[in-house]
């Protein structure tokens, strides 16, 4: 495929990309902290398991509801300083002074009491986040209309990500040490304000040196008023129903919850494996070893893999740079079953690279081809362009499957007889859970692929689109 040069007007300035990065880095940097933070729920703050559970479930569905109201929102704002970039800066403050209060709980107030606590101040949370996260990605998606721009925008803006998932392993070792923290809760209560304080100063950056594009004479757009609530929510039915309609972006929701969540639904179970299977259940063998393999796959997936990628999908196009990486990452799953041996530890290592093609190339295609679907909407539905929107629905459809994942993990461990109580594990549960740490991340890829086979809005498609917009909006 012929490389063609991008247009001055196209190209994101490098302070822009890295104020941008630094917006998904807190994207990340949130969830990861959360992700495991919520462990000392039970270890430090004596949750019982059950209402621990609720706590990591019942908020996802208050998100649900919140993120499509936001872009909607988001989509239709009027204001001298853009569409997106007010929220983010509202927001960005709201989620770090939230995130740092949801955390301060007390290991002698009753479980009840922190688990309502913990409960109210999730939802607080999720409000300012919503706030930050649901602008921030439409603002990516109107920053650049060049099709490889685009990709390079989500490269630059990945990789800065990925670097919480460095981090955010480590936060396990830290919080446990004796020598660093008194105890666990101590632990928790203060590394939360560092994650805050973190999040509030990366979040303001965006919010301050981003721009989209100028939408002052943006037609269409719905009035934003406490009189008009319910005519505005049938808006936003109507225009999640033109999403909805939009093929090429339902093939995208379809893959990435295959990709994504195929690997979410044995994200712990590799964990399981060095444990049990590696270091014959010893959890003090098994030391910092699960920690140093998913920082170093989140690495090689920030410094290796995206900038790969970039390259492919500009050489060959987003579908095919999709389709290869998604294809290498079931070979490195299926080397799994030969390189994860007690016999030798640093075997374990050989696969990541090939793995993570399947997660580090993801999010950098499909949100840049999501950008070229916020096009394709434009040119059969109009104005307004509605990137909140479709980022909203984008995610929604993610966190739904995070969700799924969290039954679906359990309940595979449940039927190969898990137990993770018990000192040692069969030899049959292991085989088991061996091999469906392969196959379903490898059979979800493979399903992934076959849905992308035949995505036809391509670069030729693309970059026909953009000159029907300009025409029809008057550029030149």
């Known amino acids: 495929m012929a490389t063609v040069k991008t247009a001055k007007s196209d190209r994101v300035p490098l302070g822009q990309k890295a104020a941008f990065g630094a917006g998904h880095l807190v994207l990340n940097l949130y969830p990861g902290a959360l992700g495991f933070f919520m462990f000392f729920l039970l270890t430090a703050f004596g949750m019982d398991p059950f209402l621990a559970g609720l706590l990591g479930g019942l908020p996802r569905f208050f998100d649900a509801i919140t993120d499509p109201i936001m872009g909607f929102i988001s989509d239709n704002t009027s204001s001298k300083w853009g569409r997106r970039r007010p929220y983010i800066l509202v927001g960005g403050i709201l989620s770090a002074i939230t995130f740092v209060l949801l955390w301060q709980l007390d290991e002698n107030n009753s479980s009840d009491y922190n688990f309502w606590y913990f409960l109210i101040m999730s939802m607080v ?7 930050f996260a649901t602008p921030l990605v439409g603002l990516g998606y109107e920053m650049t209309s060049d099709y490889n721009e685009r990709t390079r925008l989500m490269a630059f803006s990945q990789t800065v990500g990925l670097l919480a998932w460095v981090i955010v392993p480590w936060f396990w070792v830290i919080i446990a040490d004796p020598d660093i923290f008194s105890d666990q809760a101590q632990g928790v209560r203060t590394m939360a304000i560092y994650v805050g304080v973190a999040c509030l100063l990366l979040g303001l950056l965006p919010a301050i040196f981003c721009r989209g594009i100028d939408a002052s004479h943006m037609a269409n ?3 934003l008023t406490f009189t008009s609530i319910f005519s505005n929510l049938k808006d936003l039915f109507v225009s999640i129903k033109e999403a909805v309609k939009n093929k090429p972006f339902m093939k995208l ?3 990435t919850f295959l990709v994504f969540n195929g690997y979410q639904i044995v994200a ?23 920690a140093w393999f998913s920082s170093i796959g989140a690495l090689v997936s920030a410094f290796l893999v995206i900038p790969i990628v970039s390259k492919m999908a500009e050489k060959w196009g ?35 690279p090939l793995m993570s093609f399947g997660l580090g190339s993801l999010f950098t295609l499909m949100m840049s081809m999501t950008a070229d679907v916020c096009d394709l909407d434009e040119l059969v539905n109009g104005m307004p362009r509605k990137e909140g929107t479709f980022g909203a629905l984008y995610w929604w459809v993610v966190k739904l499957g995070q969700g799924l994942a969290l039954v679906l993990g359990g309940l595979v461990l449940k039927v190969i007889g898990f137990d993770g109580n018990a000192a040692t594990q069969t030899a049959e549960t292991l085989t088991q859970l061996r091999i469906a740490d392969i196959v379903i991340p490898a059979v979800t890829a493979a399903l992934a692929i076959w849905i992308m086979w035949k995505y036809s809005l391509s670069e030729e498609r693309a970059k026909d689109i953009k000159a029907q917009l300009e025409e029809r909006r008057g550029v030149l």
């Open 125 to 131: 949370f999720l409000i300012g986040n919503t706030m």
């Open 221 to 223: 757009r719905k009035k």
């Open 253 to 255: 929701c379809g893959a």
């Open 268 to 290: 712990s179970f590799s964990f399981f494996i060095f444990v049990f299977y590696i270091f014959n259940g010893s959890y003090e063998a098994t030391s910092t070893w699960p």
């Open 318 to 352: 987003k579908k095919n740079a999709f389709i290869i990486s998604t294809a290498l990452s079931i070979i490195g799953y299926v080397m799994k079953w030969w390189a994860f041996t007690p016999d030798n530890i640093w075997l374990s290592f050989i696969p990541i």
